[in-house]
């Protein structure tokens, strides 16, 4: 599978972590993707991809691509025999200048790029994507889409700045000490985060911790549970064990067990971090 990523040129890079190409074999038909502080943007040139975002919630397919804003639970990925995109890495906070509905709406509701752009200008990025000459052209080209679309938006900085604090503390900077020094009142503050990123400040904090915490178990060694849980400042080991199934959708357990199964079946795969068969 080859993957092709880099950094956004500014002002796109105080929104967007990284934009990739992908293309390949994907290593499973179905992957789970744990909830993390992040969202999606994924355009589609290949055959149409599966998305499940959650038990409660029906499979649906994507043709043209989606957009997913940070979610809140576990995403199914179904992929086709053979896969291409490009696509962005946001940061919490980033979608929010390209979306023309509040972030709220989407929330473990991933919608197809045409929802968010329309139809006709996704269809000629999508031309534009497949006659390009090389991955990092394509990169280019989804870049100036960006730039073009981007546009000023309410509450941002407010967001921006109160969660790269969130951020730099790994989730453990207390949000009442934030609205705080921000000057806003705790519904201010829960309002402005529900419409740009879609969770309140608390639930962000949550996923940043949980995944600072999880990055930091090497699978290839015995895990002290207790442990980990302590040191990552759960109460106690069950409210570990309750936050692991509700942002991975597995017993802590169960999830090293998949990480050491991709990394037997697929070692140095460029999708090895985060994603976990769910075949």
């Given amino acids: ?155 941002l900085g407010l967001v921006r700045g109160t969660s790269r604090i969130i951020a730099a503390t790994s989730g453990a900077a207390a949000i009442e000490d934030l609205r705080f020094s921000a000057g806003v009142s705790s519904t201010h503050l829960a309002r402005r985060y529900k419409e740009l990123i879609g969770v309140t400040p608390k639930r962000l904090a949550r996923a940043y911790r949980f995944t600072a915490t999880v990055f930091s178990i090497n699978p290839a060694e015995p895990v002290d549970w207790a442990g980990l849980a302590s040191s990552a400042g759960y109460f106690d080991q069950a409210h570990f064990g309750h936050e692991f199934r509700a942002f991975t959708g597995l017993t802590p357990t169960r999830y090293v067990e998949e990480r050491r199964r991709f990394l037997r079946d697929h070692p140095g795969h460029v999708l090895d971090d985060w994603p976990l068969p769910a075949d």
């Fill in 1 to 155: 599978m080859e993957y092709v990523s880099r950094a956004p040129r500014p002002p796109l890079d105080g929104l967007i972590d990284d934009l990739y190409y992908l293309e390949g074999v994907s290593p499973y038909a179905r992957l789970t993707l744990p909830a993390s502080p992040a969202a999606f943007l994924i355009v589609n040139l290949g055959a149409p991809f599966r998305i499940r975002a959650g038990t409660d919630i029906t499979t649906a397919e994507y043709a043209d691509g989606c957009v997913i804003t940070t979610p809140t639970r576990a995403l199914e990925f179904g992929y086709p025999p053979w896969t291409r995109s490009v696509g962005v890495h946001f940061k919490p906070w980033g979608p929010a200048p390209f979306l023309p509905m509040p972030a709220a709406e989407l929330c473990d509701r991933p919608v197809t790029v045409e929802q968010v752009w329309g139809r006709p200008a996704v269809a000629e990025l999508r031309d534009r994507l497949a006659a390009a000459d090389s991955p990092h052209e394509m990169l280019t080209l989804l870049e100036d889409e960006l730039m073009r679309r981007l546009g000023d938006t309410t509450g």
